[in-house]
């Protein structure tokens, strides 16, 4: 089974920051890591795919980049909206893993 | 635009089965993956597994002793069943479809998911 370690479980960031988390994996994937956003009470909603593609209606300053066994999400300019958890997670080979989360919080 | 809707008891027993469904609107249950994933309270997800429209399943390790996982397309509906329960198992549970037509993918769309409490 492949593991996904995700750094660091809480930040602490202000209103224009940029932020950056990274899940790392126990084995190579061939980019099949997406990103998705959870705030209290609702389902996650899917940001990017593929690493580093970015869903449909998602704003620009989120992007995913990485490769193998590393992968960051970046927010450019933290707005107010982006206070939220985050989780990685892989869907290589007909299964999946989440990472454990991230905890933006306001500074 | 494709909506799921999970459905079932919300308290289960000790020792007895947890039994979910989703019924899926607005789309086919053809041609995808559909999958459930949980997340206990004030806790990160847990993936559960798979079922593709045609039946076949991909289940989490951890959880594959006590569970199955089935669906009806007639009825544009797929279920859960997890049974042997314990406190451990109290989650909010999500139904989800994973990827593109015929293609392994992304979770998206989500259910808005429904708690289940193992509690006598």
Redo the contacts between chains.
Sequence with gaps: DIQMTQSPSTLSASVGDRVTITCRASQTLNSWLAWYQQKPGKAPKLLIYKASVLESGVPSRFSGSGSGTEFTLTISTLQPDDFATYYCHQYQGYSGTFGQGTKVEIK | QVQLQESGPGLVRPSETLSLTCTVSGGSISDYFW?W?RQPPGK????IG?IYYRGST?Y??SLKSRLIMSVDTSKNQFSLKLNSVTAADTAVY?C?R??ATNQ?????P????TLVTVSS
């Design positions: 999958s994933i990160g997800l847990e993936w798979y991909k989490n390790p999500y989800a994973e990827g392994y993918g992304p979770i998206d989500w259910g808005q998911g």
